[in-house]
């Protein structure tokens, strides 16, 4: 199984970007998506998840009605739409799935047990 995202890049305070996250070697139908993020110095943050179980989408405050995360499973692809980015939402985005979270874990980045590569998302003021 492998996770792949891509769409990061270099934009100014106020733009949109769109990550994509496309898995193969299987279906994400049933598995739960989220993406996280790292900044230069600091951990690895949750940032959007989505339920394969349920209903259930979190976000984080700090992304809370800027990103929304969606998932089409007919082409098993996870998408986090990022609107009015701010200089704080640079970091390295990883997307990340597993079979076997829980919602009470969905923001937990040990939850989850398949891994993207990373993109990097760069925010200038």
């Known amino acids: 199984v492998q996770l792949q995202a891509s769409g990061g890049g270099l934009v100014q305070a106020g733009d949109s970007l769109r990550l994509s996250c496309t898995a193969s070697?299987?279906?994400?139908?049933?598995?739960?998506v989220g993406w996280f993020r790292q900044a230069p110095g600091k951990g690895r943050e949750f940032v959007a998840a989505r339920s394969g179980h349920s209903t259930a989408i979190r976000y984080a405050d700090s992304v809370k009605g800027r990103f929304a995360i969606s998932v089409d499973n007919s082409k098993s692809t996870v998408t986090l739409q990022m609107n009015s980015l701010k200089p704080e939402d640079t970091a390295v985005y990883y997307c990340?799935?597993?079979?076997?979270?829980?919602?009470?874990?969905?923001?937990?980045?040990?939850?989850?047990?398949?891994w993207g590569q990373g993109t990097l998302v760069t925010v200038s003021s």
């Open positions: 070697g299987l279906s994400l139908r049933g598995y739960t």
């Open positions: 990340a799935a597993s079979r076997t979270v829980i919602i009470s874990s969905m923001t937990s980045n040990q939850a989850y047990n398949y």
